[in-house]
Every structure is written in C-alpha cells, then in structure tokens.
Nanobody, 122 residues
Framework: QVQLVESGGGLVQAGGSLRLSCAAS????????MGWFRQAPGKEREFVAA????????DYTDSVKGRFTIARDNAKNTVYLEMNSLKPEDTAVYYC???????????????WGQGTQVTISS
C-alpha cells in the first residue's frame, strides 16, 4: 500500500513556474514507477509525465516537453514536477500516481494522490 500526497499547486501568471511535490508513504517507493496526470474541468484525466523506478527514464506528453521536468528522490520518497513557461492551458488539478511500470494511461497506475490545483492566469 502506498499513500501519495501532492503539494505545491497554486495560482501563477502565464510564463511563471511552479514545482509540484508528491510525498509517498511506506518503504517501497523505489519499487514504483511514478506518473503525473492532470484533469481540467469537463475533461478527462490526461498523462503529463512519468519516471522509472530508478529515475533513469522519463516520458512526457508532447505539450509539456521542454517546459516540464519530472524527477524523483528515492531517499526522500518524493517525486517532483518542475513546471516552467506555464500557459493558461496548463490549468488543471494535478495528480501523482504510482504503478508497476511507466505508463501513459491511468488504468495502469495502482495508487493516486488527492490532487493539487494549478491555475495559470493570462
């Protein structure tokens, strides 16, 4: 069992930056690949980024490549999402998730956090 708690969301102007954190409970954090997803009002939850168990591999959706960076610190049981050059279309609730391997679909992740709101003003 893994419990995930996101933090770091907020309201920023377009072009600004935010860093999201996701703290995991338990001693098996390094056994899970981690992902970030987001859900805007009226839309389905969509993949943003994923990172392998060791942190050696990452994947991003095209719309955030070059702007977002996913990283993890297994000693701190934490995964991060550094978001730069933010756009109004990045506005959403951001969720972290843990799964057996990197994936871009929600059904392949076993554990989810409660989400953190990110709002980008134009």
């Amino acid at each position: 069992q893994v419990q995930l708690v996101e933090s770091g969301g907020g309201l920023v102007q377009a072009g600004g930056s935010l860093r999201l954190s996701c703290a995991a409970s338990g001693r098996t954090f390094s056994s899970y690949a981690m992902g970030w997803f987001r859900q805007a009002p009226g839309k389905e939850r969509e993949f943003v980024a994923a990172i392998s168990k060791s942190g050696g591999s990452t994947d991003y959706t095209d719309s955030v490549k070059g702007r977002f960076t996913i990283a993890r610190d297994n000693a701190k049981n934490t995964v991060y999402l550094e978001m730069n050059s933010l756009k109004p279309e990045d506005t959403a609730v951001y969720y972290c998730a843990a799964g057996s391997f990197m994936a871009v679909v929600t059904r392949l992740y076993n554990y989810w956090g409660q989400g953190t709101q990110v709002t980008i003003s134009s």
